[in-house]
C-alpha cells in the first residue's frame, strides 16, 4: 500500500526512445490529487525545503528529477531553487538590506527558467510561474 507521498509524487513514463536523446518522443502522464488524476498544468514556484515543480491546481509537489526535461536545464532550476529565500535572515525572521531586490532578480530568472522549461516540454504541459512575493511581505508592501 503506497502512502499519499508517494502516490503524489508518482510519474509514469513511457519512453519510445531514451530521454535525454535529441528527439525525446516520450509520453509523459503524472498523477496527483487532482479529481482526473492526471496533471497537464504545472507551476514553478520556489519554496524552502521543496522542489520548485508544482500540480498547478491542487498544490502537488512533485520531485524535479522526475520532469522529462533535460539534465542541464534541471541543474539550472535546482540552482535557482536552492537560492530562494536568501533575502531573509532566517535566524532573525527579517529581510536583508536589498531584499527586495534579490528577489526581484530571483523572479526574473525564474520567469526565465518558465520559458526554457516550455520549450523542452513542447507543450505536452501548461507551465506557469508563481512569483515570489515573501520580500513584501515582511514589508508590508501590496504587492
Not at 497537464?40 to 491542487?58: F, M, S, T
Not at 515570489?132 to 514589508?139: G, I, Q
Amino acid at each position: 500500500m503506497f502512502g499519499l507521498l508517494e502516490v503524489c509524487a508518482a510519474w509514469v513514463m513511457v519512453f519510445e526512445e531514451e530521454f535525454d536523446s535529441p528527439k525525446r518522443g516520450g509520453i509523459y502522464c503524472m498523477h496527483c490529487f487532482c479529481q482526473q488524476k492526471e496533471i497537464w498544468e504545472l507551476k514553478l514556484e520556489g519554496d524552502v525545503g521543496a522542489d520548485p515543480i508544482w500540480c498547478n491546481r491542487c498544490g502537488c509537489n512533485f520531485d524535479l528529477e522526475d520532469l522529462p526535461i533535460t539534465s542541464e536545464l534541471k541543474n539550472e532550476v535546482r540552482e535557482w531553487a536552492s537560492v530562494y529565500g536568501e533575502w531573509i535572515d532566517w535566524d532573525k525572521d527579517i529581510l536583508i538590506p536589498n531584499g527586495i531586490e534579490m528577489e526581484e532578480k530571483h523572479n526574473i530568472q525564474g520567469a526565465v527558467l518558465t520559458e526554457k522549461i516550455k520549450v523542452e516540454l513542447r507543450g505536452k504541459y501548461k507551465v506557469k510561474f508563481s512569483f515570489s512575493t515573501l520580500a513584501r511581505h515582511y514589508t508590508n508592501e501590496k504587492f
